[in-house]
């Protein structure tokens, strides 16, 4: 499994881009939604992010035509975004 993660050095805004095509088993879904949930942890937040959430939100991307999702997580929360 393959994911994207990286921090703006100004805003401190964290971002993780998880590509459609590398969720591929339960396993990619569950260790996705734990990197989410660590990385929103260090923020105070709990992104309350189920494994059946981000099945759903792969689904809408591939039917859509969109390749990833991208996670921006600060301060006021996290917010998913469907992205080529």
């Known amino acids: 499994m393959l994911v994207d993660v990286s921090v703006d050095p100004k805003s401190l ?3 993780i881009r998880l590509e459609v095509e590398n969720l591929k088993d339960e396993k990619s879904y569950k260790d996705s939604v734990a990197i989410i949930s660590m990385i929103a942890g260090d923020y ?12 759903e939100m792969a689904k809408m991307a591939l039917d859509k035509g969109m390749k990833a ?3 921006d997580i600060n301060e006021d ?3 998913a975004e469907l992205v080529n």
Do not use: H
């Open 13 to 15: 805004d964290a971002f």
């Open 77 to 79: 929360g996290v917010e």
């Open 44 to 55: 105070n937040l709990d992104p309350e992010l189920e494994v059946s959430d981000l099945q």
């Open 69 to 71: 999702i991208l996670f």
